[in-house]
């Protein structure tokens, strides 16, 4: 069964700093593209950064320069590192792969980022 389970969500202040992760199973970890997406509430789906096989990196505009996306292929794990969270980084995120054809999405961890 392929499964992305997320953590490391939680309330922090703006200004401040998370690191969330996704463990990964099921599939070939290292092979694959993998992805940081997030949801806040009322809003669309946003890609927040995308990291490929060969190490390939994109972020989103708005959080270029304050995230870190990486990837630990030995302990099939993804993480992002938010530094400098704003107000409207609040939602949930998700780790997103695909495989054979379909989306796999983990269940999110909420961050929420309030005074």
């Known amino acids: 069964e392929v499964r992305l389970v997320e953590s490391g969500g939680g309330l922090v202040q703006p200004g401040g700093s998370l690191r969330l992760s996704c463990v990964a199973s099921?599939?070939?970890?290292?092979?694959?593209?993998i992805a940081w997406i997030r949801q806040a509430p009322g809003k669309g789906v946003e890609w927040v950064s995308r990291i490929y096989s060969g190490a390939s990196i994109w972020y989103a505009d708005s959080v270029r320069g304050r995230f870190t996306v990486s990837r630990d292929n030995a302990k099939n794990t993804l993480y992002l590192q938010m530094n400098n969270l704003k107000v409207e980084d609040t939602a949930v995120y998700f780790c997103?792969?695909?495989?054979?054809?379909?989306?796999?999405r983990g269940q999110g961890t909420q961050v929420t980022v309030s005074s």
């Open positions: 099921g599939f070939t970890f290292n092979e694959h593209f």
């Open positions: 997103s792969t695909y495989y054979k054809g379909g989306e796999i």
